[in-house]
């Protein structure tokens, strides 16, 4: 059995002071594999002390000395990659495809950071005045439990280049990978303090990462109801925020698309990550007289996808993260049917022979309305919601009919012509015929999809302080 009850605090692991334990469960088999202790306030604020403490020298470092702890923060994870996947798929329930990439990802951000400090300009001429990009002091790094190494690094790498210290509280529901992360960035060897990382309840430690002066900024990826509490708590000590956030992301196919290849990246866009994804194409817009030929091609695609134990190499779709998770997605299920939508595959309950996991049928609802909690609501789960247009503006008027705005996916032959679409689009990113992902571009919502952007170059400015300094004469 696991069990985790330290902190990692200003270089040093130490006791959590907590007394709470909460169970670490594998959610393909509902098995108690390990226990965490979480932490109180006393961890919080001995963290944030720890990285105040090392942000006067750390804030000065020389980008010669920035980059090489980039990249041996990269070369320790990539020696605990193995490990790390492994953790992410008996902790979370990833495939082994998904387990695979995101941690990758995690660990190669941190080199990308590394190739843009050598070409940012830090220190410009702007008028007759000098620019100054000063780092912005402590930055809180709070994440979800979707994609743990990927949130947390792209954030501390960031972090790391523009010469800021952290405290970052993970997803308590991500205990066993934060653990392996922690040790690999404590070989890395940055000085005490720069890196802090505490385990705890969200609503005590967020309340106070988001509330505590000696915070500067925050890089919060989460629900939408959850970060309109941190941007309400950040007002009064003016915090700089990044808040990446839900999302509800339309999908348009437009009426000269290749079907065969629209309908599989719908589903791999709305399936990707179990469904569990804040970009998830989860409401697909397709023209009134395909619907019968799409709904069809839907039907056989979805059908044909394996659900199953993660480990297994052919499984597409694994297990949703907790029980409180599957009883979420059950009860959107339930709704979409009461409300009139058609079920045209899955629907309540578990797959047969996998009743033991926290696993959900692959949901396709068609003949969906504007108005129904399935289309206006993030499920967060492997459910996709088809709804039906006449023109190419509707289309668009649908795709930003609502709150959110961080991605969206156009599908046809004319690229141009989807380009149009595209810009019309209120989004984040607008993917046409792909779901390639862009590091180097930056990563955030319209509306409220989030504030602020990260990634590349603009999540390396979102933690400097632009100082202009004027010289007489």
């Not at 690999?184 to 005590?204: C, S, T, W, Y």
């Not at 194409?281 to 695609?301: E, I, Q």
């Not at 199953?308 to 997605?329: E, N, V, W």
Request: with cysteine; proline share 4%; net charge negative.
């Amino acid at each position: 059995m696991e069990k985790i009850n330290q902190q990692y605090i200003g270089g040093a692991w130490t006791p959590s002071t907590g007394t709470e334990w909460i169970k670490m469960v594998n959610p393909a088999t509902s098995e108690v594999f390990g226990e965490a202790l979480m932490g109180t306030e006393c961890d919080v604020i001995a963290a944030i002390g720890a990285a105040k403490n090392a942000f006067a020298a750390f804030s000065g470092t020389s980008v010669a000395e920035r980059k090489r702890y980039l990249q041996n923060l990269h070369d320790a994870l990539i020696e605990r990659i193995e490990e790390l996947k492994a953790a992410t798929i008996e902790e979370y329930g990833a495939t082994t495809t998904r387990a695979e990439w995101s941690n990758r990802y995690a660990a190669d951000i941190f080199l990308q950071f590394k190739r843009l400090v050598d070409h940012f300009q830090f220190e410009r001429e702007i008028g007759k005045s000098k620019l100054v990009m000063t780092p912005i002091g402590v930055n809180a790094i709070m994440t979800s439990w979707n994609s743990n190494a990927g949130s947390i690094c792209v954030k501390l790498a960031a972090s790391i280049a523009a010469g800021c210290t952290v405290v970052i509280k993970p997803s308590e529901w991500s205990c066993l990978q934060t653990r392996i992360l922690t040790e690999a960035f404590d070989k890395a060897g940055l000085p005490p303090g720069v890196i802090n990382v505490i385990n705890g309840r969200g609503e005590m430690m967020g309340e106070i990462l988001s509330t505590h002066p000696d915070i500067a900024t925050l890089s919060f990826t989460g629900s939408t109801a959850v970060g309109k509490i941190i941007a309400r708590n950040a007002v009064e000590t003016m915090k700089r925020m990044t808040l990446e956030l839900s999302g509800k992301s339309p999908h348009i196919i437009l009426d000269d698309a290749d079907l065969d290849k629209a309908t599989t990246l719908a589903i791999n866009a709305c399936f990707m990550n179990s469904g569990q994804a804040c970009i998830a194409g989860s409401r697909l817009l397709v023209p009134a007289r395909l619907m019968t030929k799409v709904a069809s091609m839907l039907k056989d695609k979805v059908s044909a996808l394996q659900v199953g134990l993660p480990t297994h190499p052919g499984t597409f779709i694994g297990p949703m993260a907790s029980q409180k998770q599957y009883d979420r997605i059950q009860q959107y299920i339930r709704t979409g049917i009461q409300q009139g939508a058609t079920l045209l595959v899955g629907g309540e309950g578990k797959p047969d022979g996998l009743e033991a996991g926290f696993f959900v049928k692959p949901t396709v609802f068609i003949h969906a309305t504007p108005e129904m909690v399935i289309v206006k609501e993030e499920i967060f789960g492997p459910v996709l919601t088809v709804l039906s247009y006449e023109t190419q503006q509707e289309a668009i008027a649908l795709a930003n009919d609502t709150d959110y705005g961080l991605q969206a996916y156009v599908s046809a032959s004319d690229t141009l012509r989807a380009e149009k679409v595209a810009r019309q689009i209120n989004a984040g990113r607008v993917s046409i015929n792909t779901l390639w992902h862009d590091a180097e571009a930056p990563f955030g919502g319209f509306k409220q999809s989030g504030v602020g952007r990260e990634g590349g170059v603009f999540g390396l400015e979102a933690l400097l302080e632009p100082k202009v300094i004027l010289k007489e004469g």
